[in-house]
T-cell receptor
C-alpha cells in the first residue's frame, strides 16, 4: 500500500530535549516536505527536499533541521525544542521535482507537546 | 510563488451544491491548481487538480477561467461528511519550491 508513515504519532517532551520525528514513504517520490499546523494558521511548510542531500527552507524553518540521506526518509529534527513548537506536524511526499504540481500524499500527523 | 486567497468559512445545508473560490492573481504559466480536503487531526487529502477550463472527477468539479487568476471548487450535493477544511494550492511540476497552503476554507454542512 502506497503510504507516508510518521513516528511517533504523539509525543510529549520537555524544553531543550532533542527529538526526531521520522517520516518514510514507499512510493519512490522525489519531493518531500514537513508542515506544521496550528489553530487558525493553516498548513505552514517548514522544510522541503527535492532529492537526496538536497533540502531547502519553507516558510517557518527556524528551530528545525532536516536531512535526506535516503530517498524514502526525511526526518525532522528539533535540536532544542521550545513550547512554541507545540503543534501538529505533517510529512508529505509527491512525485517529481515540483511538489506543487503533483498530488501530495500526507502522513497521519505527529502531535507534539513541548512543556 | 503564487499566493492564494480563500474565504475563511462557509456554511451549507445537506444536499446543496457548494462552490468555494480561490484567488491566485499571480499564477505562473506552468502552475497547476490543486485542491485538498482536511478533516480534524488528519493529513490533507487530494481532491482534484487542473490547469485550465473544467475538470471533473467522482467527487468534485474544478472550474478555471481563461485568465486562470481564480478557480472554483464545486462540491455537488454535499453531505454532513463533507464538513472539513478545503485548501487550494498553486504550483508547478518542474520547479522545486516551497509551498504555501494558506489558511483554507472551513465548510460546515448541517441538516
Amino acid at each position: 500500500e502506497a503510504q507516508v508513515t510518521q513516528n511517533p504519532r504523539y509525543l510529549i517532551t520537555v524544553t531543550g530535549k532533542k527529538l526526531t520525528v521520522t517520516c518514510s514513504q514507499n512510493m519512490n517520490h522525489e519531493y518531500m516536505s514537513w508542515y506544521r499546523q496550528d489553530p487558525g494558521l493553516g498548513l505552514r511548510q517548514i522544510y522541503y527536499s527535492m532529492n537526496v542531500e538536497v533540502t531547502d527552507k519553507g516558510d517557518v524553518p527556524e528551530g528545525y533541521k532536516v536531512s535526506r540521506k535516503e530517498k524514502r526518509n526525511f526526518p525532522l529534527i528539533l535540536e532544542s525544542p521550545s513550547p512554541n513548537q507545540t503543534s501538529l506536524y505533517f510529512c508529505a511526499s509527491s512525485p517529481g521535482l515540483g511538489g506543487g504540481g503533483y498530488e501530495q500524499y500526507f502522513g497521519p500527523g505527529t502531535r507534539l507537546t513541548v512543556t | 510563488l503564487a499566493k492564494t486567497t480563500q474565504p475563511i468559512s462557509m456554511d451549507s445545508y445537506e444536499g446543496q451544491e457548494v462552490n468555494i473560490t480561490c484567488s491566485h492573481n499571480n499564477i505562473a504559466t506552468n502552475d497547476y491548481i490543486t485542491w485538498y480536503q482536511q478533516f480534524p487531526s488528519q493529513g490533507p487529502r487530494f481532491i482534484i487538480q487542473g490547469y485550465k477550463t473544467k475538470v471533473t472527477n467522482e467527487v468534485a468539479s474544478l472550474f478555471i477561467p481563461a485568465d486562470r487568476k481564480s478557480s472554483t471548487l464545486s462540491l455537488p450535493r454535499v453531505s454532513l461528511s463533507d464538513t472539513a477544511v478545503y485548501y487550494c494550492l498553486v504550483g508547478d511540476t518542474g520547479t522545486a519550491s516551497k509551498l504555501t497552503f494558506g489558511t483554507g476554507t472551513r465548510l460546515q454542512v448541517t441538516l
